[in-house]
């Protein structure tokens, strides 16, 4: 940067220079040893040419705008004909064009919709997550788009004429049939006014009609309204059924959904989510009819790895701003780097941010493998929940804590950590809120007790010698199989989390890290906030160099 510049009254001193112009991947050892570790070593010259581009200052300030200039939804047009239409921003538009043309929203399937082979979620996952440094609110469609071939797949004929528009590179924003598009989006509308967990609640009706559904009722939240199709639950004279609903009808007319408002939502802005009602309007069924919530659950433990990916996202991007601040901002003629306390708080948060990648991009691996090895499976199963749990809830106070290591500056929406901030409570929320993923864990351990148990057995192996993990194991054990496990399953999947962390930073290779994490999380108790761990200055030296280079 420039040296200090003259105003008339003042020189500008001391101020930290932009977070900008960063290489996302070499900036980032943890997610190096990541990626790594989890199979995706030959990803690694992709993944630092993407890593540049979406770092670039150019990238931030479209992000800025794309948030700052919010969509707007045109209900009717001048004449008063109905339009249900959302305008967005060019950034915003910019940033769905780059991440469908690095196939964020497919690469993990094959041209006709099968499985694309290992390392594709994990080099997947390398990406998401450094996108979601950047700019959020564009993921929603992303993620529902990759997510709704898991789904899809339960209609073999109706997968095989959408999956080449799903598998497109071009991202086509244009208002018209998806199979006139060169590429097409997916959005899903599940939550109904009066229940979004409890999704067999849904009041929406479907009846059959032709080649398809005719289906009347509402959403409550319905995100990405220009999505080419939204996958709807409805009840079908059969039961709660999933449907493909397209924007246009087969007979090439706008398709029955009315769009009634957009969400004025905490964050997320530059995304748009609205309510809607149908109207007679057009789908195809997918799966059985009565088969809905058995339709979607591929679907949904996609969405749910997503949220966990884009929630570590946030949090290594408040970190590194922290960290960054921190090496450039005096208080009481020293750096506030290297202020012990500050030192303890953001070496903490580092701690967290590296368990938090280690055990999203080993879940990753999880699911690369799933179709082939039944164990992969398992863990994949089990720890989905868990693992969405414990990042994203973690997230909103990992990044306050790195608002406040920036001071007002934090606090300011010029910068970035404020934007940070309204953004992070919402994947907690979405696909599954807190209480909701740990009665999932439950409901796993009921019914696939065998698997769950060798799943335990095996993080741990994973963690032999690591201090607290017998402690873990037990708690765990004891927590989830006692007679009132809902009333401690937080507590208990928290664990579950921990332990997987610490497996999972054991496996990736990162030095020292994984006793540091065993020590500070599993064995000792840890205040409520962060710079209360248990970590010596040899550690937090460690772990600070390693989250950002000096
Ligand atoms: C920005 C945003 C975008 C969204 N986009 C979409 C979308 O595109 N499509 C869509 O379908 N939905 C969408 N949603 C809705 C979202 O998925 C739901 O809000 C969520 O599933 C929770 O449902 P609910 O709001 O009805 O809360 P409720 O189901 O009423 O849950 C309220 C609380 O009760 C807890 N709870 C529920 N059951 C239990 C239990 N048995 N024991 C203990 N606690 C329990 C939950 O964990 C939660 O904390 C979006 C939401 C947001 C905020």
């Not at 905490?266 to 009819?289: K, T, Y």
């Not at 960054?324 to 750096?335: L, P």
């Not at 790195?402 to 979405?430: D, F, S």
């Not at 192996?461 to 927590?479: H, K, M, N, Q, W």
Request: hydrophobic share 45%; glycine share 8%.
């Amino acid at each position: 940067m420039a040296g200090p510049m003259r105003f008339d009254t003042h020189e500008i001193f001391n101020q930290s220079p932009p977070y900008v112009d960063v290489d996302l991947l070499a900036s980032d050892l943890p997610l190096q040893e990541a990626v790594r570790a989890n199979g995706g070593g030959d990803e690694m010259a992709a993944l630092g040419a993407f890593g540049r581009r979406w770092g670039s200052a150019e990238m931030a300030a479209a992000a800025r705008l794309a948030n700052d200039n919010e969509p707007e939804l045109k209900t009717h047009d001048a004449r008063g004909f109905r339009l249900d239409v959302v305008e967005f921003h060019p950034a915003y538009h910019g940033f769905m064009a780059a991440s469908i043309e690095a196939g964020l929203h497919a690469m993990t399937w094959k041209g006709d919709g099968s499985r694309a082979e290992a390392p594709s979620e994990v080099a997947r996952a390398a990406r998401y997550y450094m996108v979601a440094q950047i700019e959020n609110g564009h993921m929603c469609p992303i993620t529902m788009t990759r997510a709704s071939v898991g789904a899809l797949v339960m209609q073999p004929a109706l997968l095989r004429q959408l999956m080449p528009k799903i598998a497109s590179r071009r991202y086509d924003p244009s208002f018209r049939p998806w199979r006139d598009k060169a590429g097409m989006t997916v959005g899903m509308g599940m939550t109904e006014k009066q229940g979004g967990t409890d999704v067999r609640a849904n009041t929406t009706r479907a009846e059959p009609a032709g080649e398809g559904y005719r289906v009347t009722g509402h959403k409550w939240f319905m995100s990405a309204p220009m999505s080419d199709l939204f996958l709807v639950l409805a009840q079908a004279p059969g039961g709660l059924t999933c449907f493909a609903m397209p924007r246009f009808a087969p007979d090439g007319n706008v398709n029955g959904l009315r769009l009634q408002r957009l969400k004025d939502k905490l964050g997320n802005r530059s995304n748009a989510s609205c309510e809607v009602e149908f109207v007679d309007a057009f789908a195809w069924r997918v799966g059985d009819e009565g088969r809905g919530v058995r339709t979607i659950i591929e679907m949904v433990q996609l969405t749910r790895l997503d949220c966990a990916i884009a929630s570590a996202g946030l949090m290594r991007m408040a970190l590194a701003q922290a960290v960054h601040h921190t090496r450039h901002r005096s208080v009481f003629q020293k750096r506030l780097a290297d202020q012990p306390m500050m030192r303890a708080v953001t070496a903490d948060m580092a701690l967290e941010v590296e368990g938090a990648l280690a055990l999203v991009m080993r879940l990753c691996r999880a699911f690369d493998h799933a179709a082939q090895d039944g164990e992969e499976a398992a863990r994949a199963r089990l720890l989905t929940p868990a693992v969405k749990y414990w990042v994203c809830k973690n997230a909103p106070g990992l990044v306050y804590e790195a608002m406040e290591c920036l001071g007002g500056n934090g606090y300011v929406e010029e910068g970035v950590v404020a934007r940070l901030y309204r953004e992070a409570p919402v994947n907690a929320i979405w696909e599954g809120s807190g209480n909701v993923m740990c009665l999932d864990v439950l409901r796993a351990l009921a019914r696939e007790a065998e698997a769950a148990r060798a799943v335990l057995e095996t993080l741990q192996r994973d963690c032999a010698g690591l201090p607290g993990t017998a402690e873990a194991v037990s708690f765990i054990a004891a927590s989830l199989s006692a007679p009132d496990a809902e009333g401690h399953a937080r507590a208990a999947v928290e664990q579950l989390a921990l332990l997987a962390a610490a497996a999972a930073l054991a496996a990736s290779g990162a030095p020292g890290v994984a006793e540091i994490f065993a020590r500070a999380r599993l064995a000792a108790r840890r205040g409520a906030t962060f710079g209360t761990a248990a970590l010596d200055p040899e550690a937090a030296t460690h772990l600070l160099a390693r989250a950002l280079p000096a």
